[in-house]
């Protein structure tokens, strides 16, 4: 049986006010704090809390075999310091087993890799400074915002000074390659843990679907497909991606997703020879299968595994470019407040919210949604935009005024 590297990515956005064009020039609060908050109680009763405890009771009756790793966003960690700080010691908890690796990532969930080299350096700084405060922790693997990767990208993230980065085990990308070997990134030593989305997805996305055909899904299953990929492929690993909101959100405790999920490790466990790793660990034990050529981004995210969840039409374009366009100008003020506010723009589901996809996809893009349709967002966001803007060129002016 290979290594199982379980790696679950913790999220939630500060979602928008339904901000109208005659709230433009007020400077009002963006961000709609009510829903938020609900929001992110729910989940935490619902998904965070539960979910840290089953893993902790997994690390210490296994006496640290059993291993996971994590990404939490710094915006996250924001909201659960000031409105949840129960569910934040419970991953302060899973850290200091010493049986969590955390994963870094940019803080506000952002696409800057794609728009702004210096921005996305800015805000994985901020998340590894976040990552020492709360933890005390120092991250040696990256993962960027929605598995987004490329030849490219991978280049900024070891000049960054990380040693491996996580990406999304795409058929276009492996051709003939098994997910399930650490690679290398091309022309880099950066090591490089591709998801195994078909055995990630049976568990994040098809677990409680009824029309399914292998429903339902029980440990014993599981297990059995695990045990295939070594008499298959003589695999060195299994990368179990997924959502940490799989967990009693994605998928409700009445689906049996805790039950499923404990009976599975601990079957895993049996044997002494199986074990639960991490990506820095993986890394450190075995030597690249051989190296990935991404020659083009690709992401987690629907069908395509591109960026059309984002970017794909002309209103989610042109609001990606706006708010991208103000970089330099907020910059420059040097408005700590200024500048927060505009990267928590910047997070990637205010565009995702634009998307206009329907059919399989489109349920999941509804997920979590704030707006009754993409239209909706659009509009909201690019008042506030406008807002930001006569903000910024105010704050603009009177700093010139001041040093002439």
């Known amino acids: 049986m290979p290594s199982i590297c379980l790696y679950l990515h913790t999220h939630q956005p500060r979602r928008l006010k339904r901000f109208s064009v005659f709230d433009i020039g007020a400077h009002g609060n963006y961000f709609d704090d009510d829903n938020n908050r609900a929001i992110l109680e729910r989940v935490a009763r619902k998904s965070y809390l539960p979910t840290n405890r089953m893993l902790l009771d997994l690390m210490r009756r296994s006496r640290g075999r059993f291993k996971v790793s994590l990404s939490i966003t710094g915006i996250l960690l924001e909201q659960l310091e000031a409105e949840f700080p129960e569910a934040l010691q419970s991953f302060k908890d899973l850290v200091d087993t010493g049986c969590c690796e955390l994963v870094s990532e940019t803080y506000y969930h952002s696409l800057a890799s794609i728009y702004s080299r210096d921005e996305f350096a800015r805000q994985v700084e901020r998340q590894n400074a976040m990552f020492k405060r709360l933890f005390d922790y120092v991250p040696s693997f990256f993962r960027n915002t929605e598995l987004v990767y490329n030849n490219s990208i991978a280049s900024v993230v070891k000049e960054m000074g990380f040693t491996g980065m996580l990406a999304e085990g795409w058929d276009e990308i492996m051709g003939w390659r098994s997910p399930n070997f650490l690679y290398k990134a091309k022309g880099s030593d950066l090591r490089l843990l591709v998801r195994n989305y078909k055995l990630s997805d049976d568990i994040g996305f098809r677990f409680s679907n009824r029309d399914w055909k292998e429903w339902p899904l029980t440990a014993e299953k599981y297990i059995q497909w695990v045990n295939l990929l070594n008499i298959d492929s003589n695999a060195q690993t299994l990368n179990l991606f997924m959502d940490y909101e799989t967990f009693g959100e994605h998928q409700w405790e009445e689906t049996g997703i805790f039950k499923f999920f404990e009976d599975f490790c601990w079957r895993a466990l049996e044997h002494p020879q199986n074990k639960f790793t991490t990506p820095s660990r993986l890394a450190k034990d ?114 010139t005024k001041v040093n002439q």
């Open 286 to 399: 075995v030597e690249p299968a051989g190296e990935l050529d991404f020659y083009r981004l690709v992401s987690w995210a629907d069908t395509e595994r591109d960026l059309s969840a984002w970017t794909g039409n002309k209103m989610q374009a042109a609001a990606l470019e706006k708010i991208y366009s103000l970089e330099n100008d907020i910059v420059e003020t040097g408005d700590e407040k200024l500048l927060d506010e505009w990267r928590k723009l910047q997070t990637s589901d205010h565009f995702y919210y634009m998307c206009t996809k329907w059919f399989s996809d489109g349920d999941v893009h509804k997920y979590f949604n704030p707006y009754e349709s993409p239209y909706e967002s659009f509009i909201a966001f690019m008042n506030i935009y406008n807002d930001l803007k006569i903000k910024t060129d105010k704050i603009s002016q009177s700093k």
